[in-house]
């Protein structure tokens, strides 16, 4: 894999940050963005590129991205949810439940 180039870019139109592997889009990160809030509802990366630490690379680019953005963040998505709480470091970005 390290000759492989590995991008993540958001695609608003799809409503989606998406993990590309040279061509390929290896896996997704999708969202509702309301004004100030970003909704993680669904992150999967295609079977074949499991086992590879590439959901972990997603998880972590579309936190630092609710960040840099200055987005709260609901994480719906179960595995977005357990990323936040294996890395406490992004804790502060979890918006309160209303």
């Known amino acids: 894999m390290a000759e492989e180039k590995i991008a993540i870019r958001d695609n608003p139109d799809e409503h989606r940050f998406e993990l590309?592997?040279?061509d390929e889009i290896a896996g997704v990160a999708e969202y509702?963005?309301?004004?100030g809030t970003i909704v993680f509802t669904h992150t999967v990366v295609e079977e074949k590129w499991n086992g590879r630490g590439l959901g972990t690379r997603l998880a972590r680019h579309?936190?630092?991205?609710?960040q840099r953005r200055e987005l709260r963040v609901r994480p719906k998505c179960p595995f977005i949810r357990s990323y936040i709480d294996r890395h406490p470091e992004y804790g502060d970005l979890v918006a309160r439940q209303t």
């Open 20 to 22: 590309r592997v040279g």
């Open 32 to 35: 509702v963005l309301s004004p």
């Open 62 to 66: 579309v936190l630092d991205e609710a």
